[in-house]
């Protein structure tokens, strides 16, 4: 089994230290259900989202731009 096709993975994409953004990219088979379950929307592919993020108990934690790139026209996929 390939793990890099069959895993879905979460990992910061901005480097360490103090600071007032943060990239987060989900990559993987269920990217799409991880975005539906934190954006409690649908992102259409290609566009940008003013959206607010949630937490695994749907408590808004932050607002921020979300971008979903749908593969296999992506970089990870």
Known sequence: MN???TDTIAALATAPGKSG???VRVSGP???TVAK???DFD???RTAHLSKF???N???IDEGIALFFKGPASFTG
């Open 54 to 56: 949630k937490d695994e």
């Open 30 to 32: 269920n990217s799409s």
């Open 43 to 45: 992102p259409t592919p």
């Open 3 to 5: 793990h890099l096709t």
């Open 58 to 60: 749907g408590d808004i």
């Open 37 to 39: 379950q934190i954006l």
């Open 21 to 23: 953004i943060c990239v």
